[in-house]
């Protein structure tokens, strides 16, 4: 309800959507639609199958845009920085993505992400227009507030149902990030999405657009909610997680792991002879009541007393014959396999017959059976192929978000299961070293579940969680508690979970140690349960920043970048991390500081052990000697550290092109 009185023109619109809606587009009229569903003879201008919107062509030169923008260390912030390989960055989420490019192109095993579901009432709409000047930025997304954290009106703009480019402003926000994030994944990488109603249609033809419909893999509905009574017509229980390969066919086939309880309940017999003598096994009945009624799967078994038996049905032919095969009928049962391979388990003794008074098989005489045949699974094999997955999640409700939440007393809603996270996790097949991205963090879920599952299964997988330092609504139990974004909730749940991790780990050694009464020997495997924080920030070299205007005054400005390249703000080690990335190293490579001289404290970086030596604090034929002798792949020095000594540079460029180094001055 505005207030306002509905015109003609807009009544008449209205009329015309409630009886041609497939004529509108976003609430507007699509003129060719309109003139092909009157019947006229008309030629679409784009005629091809195509997702278009209002502002796609602005999202590819976004996306197209490069980055001068780098990722500065906070260590006070980190658990354990020096020895973790988990990564926690703080900043707009497109930005990062295009900073990670160089040093995570094709590393990324699997993404997660849980983007705004555009449902109406989210504010998402995030400034993506980065080449302008900062004034210009500040201007037209809203300034920062007295402690230098944009207002929320400047990081968000509310996407009502209401704004004529409702569907658009949510495309034009994913596809810039979608479509980096592939460059990220490896070629046997996996994305889920999880995604509501509103645009999963969106979402799964913007992914064939970019990843390519071939590599589509499945759409997985997940129950939100048991019960509630909201919503117009349906109660909104379930949401949806749309998964694609980076390569089909490099993909390797998803499989869940057996865990332990399905061991100890299920493959709890032992075999006591024979070639597989000690392995564990379970029992499976070869009929099942669900299968349809498939050819050549309709036969008769003997039994150890010389009776046969088949699945309940009409059909019984004569004579009857172990291994004769009788078409079944839309009603009758049917065995799990057929014959041939039913005669190869039993030579290899995976037939077992069981008597019993409650068998669904009909003997030959059309009676109940006292015999139920079954077959062994055997562990090994089992755990070896591992099962497919479900594409219905039931088990992993919100609610129980807010108890893991609740536990560690962080007051936060909305965040997703890390059950749920942990079991994607798993059907995507990650090993150790791997590693997961999300880039929709909240409240860090998606590493909560890594933690965890880097515990139960004492697997090394690393996560890379992005973040924007999203102000909390100042009405909410998280900033009454303490949290000034979204980005601090996630930090602090990470050092919670950590901890309780290593509290439970220290309660179960207590109780083996009273259980056995003695200290284990071997000390338990370690758990990477740190992070580094790294947040968004300007470079911290100037040529790196474009400089808007032709004026004699911006002039001045551009060769004054010639004569001292590095911002006044800037660190050594800040500029460590930024050539690093612009190197492409990622954010875990070893970095070594090695002095001049064992009494200097100044010196020069190495890092991975020499592939690359970054100088930046003193430039002596000492310092070049000794990088000389350490044979790095490449160099980099600041070119002001041989100001007035032109031959030491000169001598520098030529010794390291002697050497097959490559050498660069900044």
Not at 480 to 486: D, M, R
């Amino acid at each position: 309800m505005d207030g306002q009185s509905l015109t003609p023109d807009k009544f008449k619109l209205l009329q015309l959507q409630e009886l041609l809606p497939e004529a509108f587009s976003e609430g507007k009229i699509d003129w060719e639609k309109l003139k092909a569903t009157l019947g006229e003879d008309i030629t679409f201008s784009n005629e091809r199958y195509v997702l278009n919107w209002a502002g796609k062509s602005e999202a590819f030169k976004v996306l197209q845009a490069p980055s001068t923008r780098t990722l500065i260390p906070a260590k006070e912030e980190s658990v354990n920085f020096d020895q973790t390989e988990n990564i926690f960055i703080e900043g707009e989420n497109l930005e990062v993505l295009k900073v990670l490019q160089k040093s995570y192109f094709g590393k990324v095993k699997m993404i997660y992400i849980d983007p705004p579901y555009n449902t109406g009432n989210d504010s998402f709409i995030y400034p993506d227009k980065f080449s302008e000047t900062k004034d210009e930025y500040l201007k037209r997304i809203g300034d920062k507030d007295e402690e230098g954290y944009m207002t929320k009106d400047g990081m968000f703009r509310k996407n009502s149902k209401e704004n004529g480019q409702y569907h658009s402003n949510w495309l034009n926000m994913m596809y810039p990030r979608l479509f980096m994030a592939k460059n990220l994944l490896r070629d046997d990488g996996i994305i889920f999405v999880s995604i509501g109603e509103d645009e999963l249609h969106n979402l799964r033809s913007m992914m064939n657009e970019i990843w390519g419909e071939e590599n589509y893999i499945s759409t997985i509905s997940r129950l939100m909610k048991s019960g509630g009574a909201k919503g117009n017509f349906f109660t909104p229980n379930i949401d949806y997680i749309v998964a694609f390969a980076k390569n089909i066919n490099s993909t390797e086939f998803f499989r869940t792991s057996i865990t332990q309880d399905q061991i100890d309940s299920y493959y709890n017999k032992i075999q006591t002879e024979g070639k597989r003598k000690g392995e564990r096994y379970g029992e499976e009945r070869i009929y099942k009541a669900s299968l349809d009624a498939r050819a050549n799967q309709r036969y008769w078994i003997e039994c150890p007393d010389g009776t046969f038996v088949i699945p309940p049905g009409n059909t019984f032919p004569k004579p009857i014959k172990h291994g004769e095969k009788v078409k079944p009928n839309s009603e009758d049962g049917v065995w799990k396999w057929i014959f041939e391979t039913y005669k190869k388990e039993y030579n290899e003794g995976n037939i077992i017959f069981k008597e019993t008074s409650t068998s669904a098989l009909i003997d030959q005489n059309g009676k109940s059976s006292k015999w139920n045949p079954y077959n062994k699974l055997w562990l090994s094999d089992q755990q070896e192929k591992g099962k497919v997955p479900g594409n219905f999640i039931e088990a992993y409700e919100n609610r129980q978000s807010a108890a893991e939440l609740q536990e560690l007393n962080i007051p936060f809603d909305f965040a997703k299961p890390v059950n749920l996270l942990k079991y994607l996790i798993e059907i995507a097949r990650t090993e150790d070293d791997d590693i997961i991205l999300d880039f929709f963090a909240g409240s860090g879920s998606l590493a909560h579940a890594v933690f965890k599952r880097n515990e139960n299964n004492l697997s090394k997988c690393h996560f890379i969680c992005v973040q924007l330092p999203e102000l909390c609504d100042e009405k909410s139990e998280s900033y009454k508690a303490g949290y000034l974004t979204i980005a601090d909730i996630a930090k602090e749940r990470l050092r919670r979970a950590g901890n309780k991790i290593l509290e439970n780990r220290k309660i179960e050694k207590e109780k083996k140690k009273a259980q056995f009464d003695f200290e284990p020997d071997k000390e338990e495997p370690k758990i990477d349960l740190g992070f580094k924080v790294l947040k968004l920030s300007d470079s911290n070299f100037k040529q790196w920043q474009q400089i808007i205007g032709k004026d004699p005054n911006a002039l001045e400005e551009q060769m004054k970048l010639f004569v001292d390249p590095v911002s006044e703000s800037a660190t050594i080690e800040n500029m460590v991390y930024e050539l690093l990335l612009k190197s492409g190293k990622d954010l875990n490579s070893k970095i070594e500081h090695k002095p001049a001289s064992q009494s200097d404290t100044l010196g020069y970086y190495c890092v991975n052990d020499n592939e690359l030596v970054i100088m930046l604090e003193i430039a002596t034929q000492e310092i070049v000697d000794s990088v000389l002798k350490g044979q790095p792949q490449k160099v980099i020095a600041l070119d002001r550290l041989f100001t007035g000594n032109d031959q030491l540079k000169t001598n520098t460029a030529l010794q390291m092109r002697d050497a097959s180094i490559e050498f660069k001055t900044i």
